[in-house]
T-cell receptor, first 111, second 112 residues
Framework: LAKTTQPISMDSYEGQEVNITCSHNNIATNDYITWYQQFPSQGPRFIIQGYKTKVTNEVASLFIPADRKSSTLSLPRVSLSDTAVYYC????????????FGAGTRLFVKA | KAGVTQTPRYLIKTRGQQVTLSCSPI?????VSWYQQTPGQGLQFLFE???????NKGNFPGRFSGRQFSNSRSEMNVSTLELGDSALYLC???????????FGQGTRLTVV
């Protein structure tokens, strides 16, 4: 299974755009890239998923370069409520959700 | 559409006892995955059930077991509890193929 590397923590201010980059050098052809958000004592919540190029939804954008060895989660205009841990997952879950979670990135948004 | 429901939310057990946790997936989801989350080890995959069969298994001792019923509800059991089993146990439901997984709120187990 592909291993991911993300920054341990990041600080930001309200209203700023936050970009969290994840490295996954040994990503396999069938692997997708998925980001989850987790608040304390809650289960992770799906944010966005992509395979290549750019994906955008109502809460975030995901940028994936052509070699797919990294990806960047972009959160526009963060608020205090975006303070959470963000996990970058890489895997092929066609046989069931069994993805390995890394340590994640702890984002702290300040007023 | 109801989300993933885990019961109970909190549990306190004594070392050596056993415990059973329950997870009701989103209606129509046939896959249930279980994770253990601790401050030191993070989120660790326990096992995944699909159509009443264990399809994937993580690297946990045999004291951790699970099952899935015909209505897709799943239970996990931990026997001979150890202090180190204190954790947040999360279950996630999905359709069973690639796509998003939906997590429950978790069961906070404390072993004393």
């Amino acid at each position: 299974l592909a291993k991911t590397t993300q920054p341990i923590s990041m600080d930001s201010y309200e209203g700023q755009e936050v970009n969290i980059t994840c490295s996954h050098n040994n990503i396999a052809t069938n692997d997708y890239i998925t980001w989850y958000q987790q608040f304390p004592s809650q289960g992770p919540r799906f944010i966005i998923q992509g395979y290549k190029t750019k994906v955008t939804n109502e809460v975030a954008s995901l940028f994936i370069p052509a070699d797919r060895k990294s990806s960047t989660l972009s959160l526009p205009r963060v608020s205090l409520s975006d303070t959470a841990v963000y996990y970058c997952l890489v895997g092929d879950d066609t046989g069931g959700f069994k993805t390995i979670f890394g340590a994640g990135t702890r984002l702290f948004v300040k007023a | 559409k109801a989300g993933v429901t885990q019961t109970p939310r909190y549990l306190i057990k004594t070392r050596g006892q056993q415990v059973t946790l329950s997870c009701s997936p989103i209606s129509g989801h046939r896959s249930v995955s279980w994770y253990q989350q601790t401050p030191g080890q993070g989120l660790q995959f326990l096992f995944e059930y699909f159509s009443e069969t264990q399809r994937n298994k993580g690297n946990f001792p045999g004291r951790f077991s699970g099952r899935q019923f015909s209505n897709s509800r799943s239970e996990m059991n931990v026997s001979t509890l150890e202090l180190g089993d204190s954790a947040l146990y999360l279950c996630a439901s999905s359709l069973g193929d690639r796509g998003r997984a939906f997590f429950g709120q978790g069961t906070r187990l404390t072993v004393v």
